[in-house]
């Protein structure tokens, strides 16, 4: 059985003002380097067979400075394509679209949550089918959520009781036969 460690990435300037970042590739903030660099002491490469992280420079940058730089390039595991709404906060957006909420109403020119789910579904096959005892994914937001929601096999809309903050490391794995959250952002 594989134990799942989930990275969500460092702050970005996007990420600290709420703004959605999905394609838009950020680097990480001051603040967001040292919070990576804080995780090296967390997190040993050694422990992992699988090391996977999203394509976009702010999970890559968390990932080096975290210590993780024989890591593999996974595109599923990039953030939810907002679309219409990139670089836009959710106030902005219930602005436009009264009462908005990603788990429910998507992306308009995005993706659907369909899409993600078939994305994180295809990563959390390749976790369980590696073999290893221990893999880790550096990825993103909403993206992360997502991937827990497919481990857990729980409907989309309960990605909204799961919030992730910047530089946390979550663990998936299984609980005697059941798929369970062992840790959640730490």
């Given at each position: 059985m594989t134990d799942l460690y989930l990275v969500r990435h460092g702050e970005t300037e996007w990420s600290k003002s709420g703004r959605h970042t999905s394609v838009t590739d950020l680097d990480l903030t001051d603040n967001g380097v040292e919070q990576a660099q804080r995780l090296h002491s967390r997190l040993d490469p050694a422990d992992f067979g699988l090391i996977l992280c999203s394509p976009r420079l702010?999970?890559?940058?968390?990932?080096?400075?975290?210590?993780?730089?024989?890591?593999?390039?996974?595109?599923?595991?990039?953030?939810w394509n907002y679309g219409d709404y990139e670089g836009m906060t959710s106030v902005e957006i219930r602005?436009?679209?009264?009462?908005?909420?990603i788990?429910?109403?998507?992306?308009?020119?995005?993706?659907?949550?369909?899409h993600i789910r078939e994305r994180m579904t295809r990563v959390v096959?390749?976790?369980?089918?590696?073999?290893?005892?221990?893999?880790?994914?550096?990825?993103?937001?909403?993206?992360?959520?997502?991937?827990?929601?497919?481990?857990?096999?729980?409907?989309?809309?309960?990605?909204?009781?799961?919030?992730?903050?910047?530089?946390?490391?979550?663990?998936?794995?299984?609980?005697?036969?059941?798929?369970?959250?062992?840790?959640?952002?730490?």
């Open positions: 702010r999970a890559q940058h968390t990932a080096r400075l975290a210590g993780f730089g024989n890591f593999e390039v996974e595109e599923d595991l990039a953030e602005k436009q679209h009264e009462g908005w909420r788990w429910f109403n998507g992306c308009p020119g995005g993706e659907t949550a369909e096959k390749r976790v369980r089918d590696s073999g290893v005892d221990k893999a880790i994914c550096f990825a993103h937001g909403h993206s992360i959520r997502t991937l827990a929601l497919c481990w857990l096999d729980f409907p989309i809309i309960f990605g909204q009781s799961f919030p992730l903050n910047v530089a946390t490391v979550s663990v998936l794995g299984k609980e005697k036969e059941s798929w369970a959250v062992l840790r959640w952002n730490s």
